[in-house]
């Protein structure tokens, strides 16, 4: 079945550092891929998605870009700041877009 | 955006008893919504999907007679956790998709449910 992995938190950096958070899949098909974030005390928000091989997903400076010859989808983020400090939810999408498969989290934490 | 709230956010109550969760699409209509349950550490896992006006599909070794799920209205649906045990201890969180979207793979989520059975 399909499943997605993304790296164990938590993940603590210094305000303006650069950010990856590492996701891989395994799915049948062409799955669509996303990014959500929960913040703290809130629900999950979708911070950005990609629906095929190559396209690039961005929002708010985060970016990921679909790769399907290494079956990933990692976030990245050039200069983060405490307020992106949350819990970021790598999944996939597939089969006519009922289903959605998370990965486990990985809590980031910004310190100033 | 699209705002799904969740009632209540947190619920604590005696083991044997039932706790209903209640689901609201606030600003869009939705054809199909989906609950999940949140083990700590653990990813989301999808316990239901339900479309308004008919039985809820359930996942594999979920329980549908102990997760009771109603999709009643457009902006409506209800978990019910049935005769609670401690066990059933959980964050529970639902999703909507906006049936008139054209982006309907976009999932929008509530923000979720502390249940503690004591």
């Known amino acids: 079945g399909d499943s997605v992995t993304q790296m164990e938190g938590p993940v603590t950096l210094s305000e303006e550092a650069f950010l990856t958070i590492n996701c891989t899949y395994t799915?049948?098909?062409?799955?669509?891929l996303f990014w959500y974030v929960q913040y703290p005390g809130e629900g999950l928000q979708l911070l950005l998605k990609?629906?095929?091989?190559?396209d690039k997903g961005s929002n708010k400076g985060f970016e990921a870009t679909y790769r399907k010859e290494t079956t990933s989808f990692h976030l990245e983020k050039g200069s983060v700041q405490v307020s992106d400090s949350a819990v970021y939810f790598c999944a996939l999408s597939s089969g006519g877009y009922q289903k959605v498969t998370f990965g486990t989290g990985t809590k980031l934490q910004v310190i100033p | 955006g699209a705002v799904v709230s969740q009632h209540p956010s947190r619920v604590i109550c005696k083991s044997g008893t039932s706790v209903k969760i209640e689901c609201r699409s606030l600003?869009?209509?939705?054809?199909?919504m989906f609950w999940y349950r949140q083990f700590p550490k653990k990813s989301l896992m999808l316990m239901a999907t339900s479309n308004e006006g008919s039985k809820a599909t359930y996942e594999q070794g979920v329980e549908k007679d102990k997760f009771l799920i109603n999709h009643a209205s457009l902006t409506l649906s209800t978990l019910t956790v049935t005769s609670a045990h401690p066990e059933d201890s959980s964050f529970y969180i639902c999703s909507a998709r906006d049936g008139t979207s054209g982006s309907q793979e976009t999932q929008y989520f509530g923000p979720g449910t502390r249940l503690l059975v004591l």
């Open positions: 799915a049948t098909g062409y799955p669509s």
């Open positions: 600003d869009f209509q939705a054809t199909t």
């Open positions: 990609a629906t095929k091989a190559d």
